[in-house]
Each structure stands twice: as C-alpha cells, then as structure tokens.
C-alpha cells in the first residue's frame, strides 16, 4: 500500500521529442505528488508537484498529468533537451509529512 | 549558497567503525529528514526530526542507527558498527516549518564500507 511503481527504468529520446513517464500509487491517502531530478553526484531537485485536486499542472517545458481515480500520474518533457539526461524520480506522501515515498527511477537520456 | 549543507560529502569506513553524517538545513528551516539511496535504487526515508525531537523514526533499522537533532548545531545520523550493506548514500532534506510537502534536499553523503 505504500508503494510508489514507476516506468520504464530508462528512457532514450530524440532531442526535441517528448519524454513521458509514468507512477501508480495504491495509497489513496497520498495527497502530493512531487517528481525530482537527479544529476550523478547531486542531490534530488524539485522539479514540479501535484495536488490531487487538479488534473494537469505546467511549468515551461514540463507537465504533470494526473488521474485520481486510476490512481496514475505522469510526467511530461515536451521539446526534451541533452541538458535533461538525468534520473527522475516520482514521489508521493500524506498531509504534508514529508515522508515521500519514491519510485524507482527513471533513466532518461536525450539524444542530441 | 545557503542551501542544505552535508558532510562529509565522501567517506569511508571499515567494517565494525562507526560513521558520523552531518547535516545543516536550510536557514529558516526547522523539520531535518534523512533518506538513503543504495545503488540503483530510489530513496528511501529513514527519519523525520524537529529540534530536539524524534518525529518519525519507521524507516531506520532497528539497531546500529540513530538520529539526532540537537537545540544547536547539525542534525546527526549515526551509524555503529558499519557492515557493507551500510555502502549507501545518505541524503538530508529540510522544510520550513509551515510544511508544504516541499523538500529540499542536500548533495548527500557516500559512505563506502571496505
């Protein structure tokens, strides 16, 4: 119940294609839902998060697409860019907790 | 940079020492959560601290692990005994204390056990 499945593990696109990747949760108690990036040797970065009162949220290039009763949500990276190749991860947690519950990653690379 | 500051960023420890991680949150910043990522992995939680106080402690081993985050100074993530499985990095993340669900995380901590 408390997991957070994510796919593909590794992701290769195009420069200018788009980059999806998908979560599902079982929780229904979860009520936010983060996506971070990971550069090798970093530290996570927050790059967009969701409430479950909406269904989309954009920031620039990237779109989070969520479906509450299929308990899925996805990231979206429109006009990928080689600067993008990095590792994703989704996340989910309850009533601001901040316990997040991570998938597993995803590897993206973007070709030039 | 006023961001959240770990040390030591590398460190290395036979088998049986013990390792010390720090981690200096956020200015303003009053909640300090540790998570490890082993290999391949994702992250996972280990503990949820305040100021001089254990929040929620469901994610760390039952023993040879401890947390701390005293009224002055870093939080503290100690680890007795190290064994290799221990090989992992350690990452500090902090939040304001009006809580948005927003973490910010630090660079983390690699700890190789030989």
């Known amino acids: 119940q408390q997991q957070v499945k994510q796919s593909p593990q590794s992701l290769i696109v195009q420069k200018g294609g788009i980059s999806i990747i998908n979560c599902a949760y079982e929780?229904?108690?979860?009520?936010?839902f983060p996506w971070y990036q990971q550069f090798p040797g970093k530290g996570p970065a927050l790059l967009i998060a969701i409430r479950p009162d909406v269904s989309e949220k954009k920031e620039g290039r990237f779109t989070i697409s969520f479906n509450k009763s299929a308990k899925q949500f996805s990231l979206h990276i429109m006009d990928s860019q080689p600067g993008d190749s990095a590792t994703y991860f989704c996340a989910a947690s309850k009533s601001n907790t901040g316990k997040l519950i991570f998938g597993q990653g995803t590897t993206l690379q973007v070709k030039p | 940079n006023a961001g959240v500051m770990q040390n030591p960023r590398h460190l290395v420890r036979r088998r049986g020492q013990e390792a010390r991680l720090r981690c200096s949150p956020m200015?303003?910043?009053?909640?300090v959560y540790w998570y490890r990522q082993l290999p391949e992995e994702g992250l996972k939680f280990m503990v949820y601290l305040q100021k001089e106080n254990i929040i929620d402690e469901s994610g760390m081993p039952k023993e040879r692990f401890s947390a701390e985050f005293p009224k002055e100074g870093p939080s503290i993530l100690r680890i007795q005994q190290v064994v290799r499985g221990d090989s992992a990095a350690y990452f500090c993340?902090?939040?304001?204390?009006?809580?948005?669900?927003?973490?910010?995380f630090g660079e983390g901590s690699r700890l190789t056990v030989l």
């Open positions: 929780n229904t108690a979860f009520d936010y």
């Open positions: 200015k303003g910043h009053s909640h």
């Open positions: 993340a902090s939040s304001p204390p009006v809580g948005t669900g927003e973490l910010f």
